[in-house]
């Protein structure tokens, strides 16, 4: 995982903490499959900080019990739920930290996984401990369907999932194309030009802005910020 400034250290340890104490867990650690953005950064393919943990529910049958043994682990942390959703495993756990800095970490368990969704187990070196993680095929292409699919669902946009979106282009990474038709419904190359048409209308400067400046260091948030979303762009016209 990339290097925290002193702002992000202590939410990193609380990320570590729960995390290993997760993978730790003889059921939690085969019930619940590591993905998103803390994945992919303790994983080493993507360069900007991360400040949520996110997994795939095996099975919707396991989601009772993954919630008990969750809850010990936060009690065990002293780690107070904040809030929590009663459709899924999903958390806010608040933790002490100084005024005016970050201090409720969010885990989320997604008890429907797509049937494409590939995974393989993986040494995470930052915490020494192995976890069933998403192949980075299959964060590729969840993460193409992310920018639109948060955008139907909830009428926001994350400038994160279009910086991610580049760096997997420029790393030359390839995509799970039955994953995209899966969510889809639409052959990859055409849900591509309907990215490219969303990035163009939807994704402003000040989107990119105010989404990025806190998660990528800070000369090379001044480096991408005004090119980025024509980068994207042009390399995802390269991929049709």
């Given amino acids: 995982m990339l290097r925290s400034n002193k702002q992000q250290a202590l939410h990193k340890s609380i990320i570590f903490r729960v995390l290993t ?14 993905k998103g953005g803390t994945c992919a950064s303790m994983l080493g393919i993507l360069d900007r900080f991360s400040v949520d943990l996110d997994f795939d529910l095996k099975d919707r049958s396991s989601a009772l019990r993954s919630a008990q043994s969750l809850k010990s682990i936060f009690k065990k942390l002293d780690l107070e739920i904040k809030d929590q959703s009663h459709n899924t495993l999903q958390y806010f756990l608040k933790y002490e930290a100084p005024e005016q800095s970050r201090n409720t970490l969010k885990i989320d368990a997604v008890n429907t996984p797509y049937l ?91 989107i990119i802005n105010q989404d990025l400046n806190y998660l990528i260091e800070y000369k090379k948030f001044n480096a991408i910020r005004k090119t980025l979303k024509q980068e994207t762009i042009t390399l995802l016209r390269d991929r049709i």
């Fill in 116 to 206: 494409n969704n590939k995974y393989q187990k993986i040494l995470l070196t930052d915490i020494n401990r192995y976890a069933i993680c998403q192949t980075k095929e299959t964060m590729f292409a969840n993460k193409l369907v992310a920018l639109i699919d948060r955008y139907q669902q909830n009428q926001t946009i994350a400038a994160r999932d279009l910086y991610d979106i580049h760096h997997y282009l420029i790393s030359g990474f390839d995509y799970n194309p039955l994953l995209i038709t899966e969510r889809t419904e639409k052959a990859p190359k055409t849900y591509l030009q309907d990215l490219i048409s969303f990035i163009e209308t939807k994704i402003t400067q000040k």
């Fill in 21 to 34: 104490a997760i993978l730790d867990d003889t059921f939690l650690s085969q019930n619940l499959f590591f």
